[in-house]
């Protein structure tokens, strides 16, 4: 069974969550380019959770919304 994402929208601060769980102290941070954060797992390199900046914006630039990630990235140090 896949994995079920959530999708929170804060519009105070423009960003849209994307998670696949709640975000934890020790998760690493990567940006990612084009005002795109990954929330890492610690062991794995897993993204778990993505901060999308500037959301509303980006919206507004283009028809076409695209992320700088890929279903199965895994970040390694």
Known sequence: ????L?????REGDILYIS???PYPEQDSEDLGDEVIARL???TGEVENLE?????TRLLRSDL???PVSGELH???
């Open 65 to 67: 919304f695209e992320l």
């Open 41 to 43: 797992n610690p062991e």
């Open 20 to 22: 696949k769980l709640s």
């Open 52 to 56: 999308v900046l500037f959301f509303s």
């Open 1 to 4: 069974m896949a994995e079920k």
């Open 75 to 77: 970040l390694t140090n």
């Open 6 to 10: 959530t999708f929170r929208y804060d």
